[in-house]
């Protein structure tokens, strides 16, 4: 192709780091030794559905020792994040949280930066088949926003 005049960027770049492996100075460690970092950004786009740019930044700055997954099965998804939890549960179709923003946009079927970070930490393809799942059926789901302590009466 550089004979014929016909490179490109991406072959330019392509061809460079043959020739540095063929000099030994690129070691050959998977895909991205040759494509550069692999980066999955089919959860973010599902999340576009639920959230704005700015609210998922948000959510991926929460840092990783402020999230524990507390349960993870076919029946529900929940964990702690920061001073708050967020529970899913598959089979009442709910999705509980405290939280004053999740407050207001839950009534906008809406994910907050919390419910966010849960799907951005769990393992990615679980996360897509959740939100796949939400967003199938959405008016189904109940956005349920609990500031306050409920005691059983």
């Not at 991406?10 to 043959?18: C, E, G, I, K, P």
């Not at 100075?25 to 959860?43: I, N, Q, Y």
């Not at 849960?118 to 990615?124: D, G, K, W």
Request: with cysteine; charged share 25%; hydrophobic share 40%.
């Amino acid at each position: 192709m550089q004979m014929l005049g016909m490179t490109t960027t991406h072959s330019q770049a392509a061809l460079r780091r043959v020739s540095f492996y063929r000099e030994g100075r690129l070691p050959v460690e998977g895909l991205e030794a040759w494509t550069g970092p692999v980066v999955d950004r089919s959860v973010e786009k599902l999340l576009l559905a639920f959230a704005n740019a700015e609210t998922i930044d948000v959510a991926q700055s929460i840092p990783e020792k402020d999230f524990s997954l507390r349960e993870e099965s076919k029946r529900a998804l929940a964990a702690y994040i920061g001073d708050t939890t967020v529970d899913i549960n598959f089979e009442q179709r709910t999705i509980v949280h405290r939280c004053s923003t999740w407050a207001g946009s839950s009534l906008e079927q809406k994910f907050c930066s919390h419910i966010l970070k849960l799907f951005l930490s769990i393992n990615p393809e679980r996360a897509r088949a959740v939100l796949v799942l939400i967003r199938s059926n959405l008016n189904s789901w109940k956005f349920e926003s609990r500031l306050a302590v409920e005691f059983p009466t």
